[in-house]
């Protein structure tokens, strides 16, 4: 129960302070630079890249400091996994969104007003069913879980640096796809920040829970089946 918790987690006041600025700045960082490609140039590719590149710089930049989350979907993943307890990662959601709204102000105040009407608001394309849109943010987040699961297991040691790269094409392919359909939204935060500065809140619920649950199954299934052998050298750790 005390690992489940992650009470050693809490230990160092300061860390845990350090920890919760840095999912604030990422989450507010993906979406000013992630939710503005979307305004500026709204292309797939464009925006899947814009994605896939400020998520790989912000593990670089605070993947030492909390694990550069910056998503409640890993999050909660993570925690199924066992990498994060649940105090920490009941932390660090409200931050995640904090950050996320932020974002979207910052963008909305930096992009000309003609442009501000959206800054990047996630919808379900016309044509598809909340069922379809709810399976493709499930598949596309958990498939980032099993990424983000296998590139910082602390029992693999032929990792080197490859999370940030791994992570960020994992987040640029799904975008690739989902954009079209869904708005790719696969991270809850990232779907609430534009949507509370818009008042955009159909089929709101998909982003949350559709994303949450790929995610706790991805944790699952990388804990139970995927997990490397304790034996293995290790050379990267969340």
Not at 13 to 39: K, N, R, S, Y
Not at 61 to 81: D, F, K, Q, R
Not at 171 to 179: D, L, M
Not at 184 to 198: D, K, T
Request: net charge negative; charged share 10%.
């Amino acid at each position: 129960m005390k690992n489940f918790l992650g009470m050693e987690e809490l230990e160092k006041f300061d860390a845990v302070g350090q920890a919760l600025v840095a999912e604030f700045l990422g989450t507010m960082l993906l979406v000013v630079i992630g939710c503005g490609a979307c305004v500026l140039n709204p292309g797939t590719l464009t925006i899947a890249l814009a994605f896939g590149f400020i998520i790989a710089s912000a593990v670089q930049m605070v993947g030492h400091v909390s694990g550069a989350h910056i998503n409640p979907a890993v999050t909660l993943g993570l925690l199924v996994c066992g990498r994060i307890g649940l105090i920490m990662a009941l932390l660090y959601i409200p931050f995640q969104c904090a950050g996320a709204v932020a974002g979207a102000a910052l963008l909305q105040y930096m992009v000309p007003s003609t442009m501000s009407a959206d800054i990047g608001a996630v919808s379900i394309q016309q044509g598809l069913t909340e069922g379809q849109a709810f399976a493709i943010e499930a598949v596309i987040t958990a498939i980032l879980l099993l990424v983000v699961c296998s590139v910082t297991d602390p029992n693999r040691g032929n990792l080197a640096n490859s999370a940030p790269l791994a992570i960020g094409l994992a987040i640029a392919c799904s975008h690739i796809f989902a954009v079209p359909l869904t708005g790719s939204g696969m991270n809850p935060a990232r779907s609430l920040g534009p949507a509370a500065m818009v008042g955009n809140w159909n089929n709101h619920w998909v982003y949350w829970i559709a994303p949450l649950v790929g995610a706790a199954a991805a944790g699952a299934l990388y804990r139970l089946i995927f997990k490397a052998k304790k034996d293995e050298d290790s050379s990267y750790d969340l």
